[in-house]
């Protein structure tokens, strides 16, 4: 028997859809998980570049939120042997689908924008 609930049930339930919510929260909340996860989208990224995509944002929490997102499994991390050493970074399978919410908050933001200024 399945454990999972579908995602019409899931709809249905007040409490499993705030759930979800929650789920979802938990691995992208945070000033720079979805800035990281946008500068991916465009395929394998060396640390440096996603530095100077992001922007403003420390090597220190940089590798703190790439280990983050790594954990939940929307990044992965590419180790190459040469020398120097070469690292990468793509969007796992997991992390490429939340294109669909951020293309989602772009809308909403852009739609928002509209609605709030003159």
Known sequence: M???LSV?????????????INDTLNVI?????????ASLLYGKTRFKDIQENVGKITPRMLSKELKELELNGVVKRTVYDSTPVRIEYTLTTSGESIVKVLDAMVDWGVEHRSTVLP
């Open 2 to 4: 399945n454990e999972f």
């Open 8 to 20: 019409l049930e899931v709809k249905k339930c007040p409490k499993q859809f705030v759930l979800a």
């Open 29 to 37: 909340s945070g000033k720079w998980k979805l800035p990281i996860i």
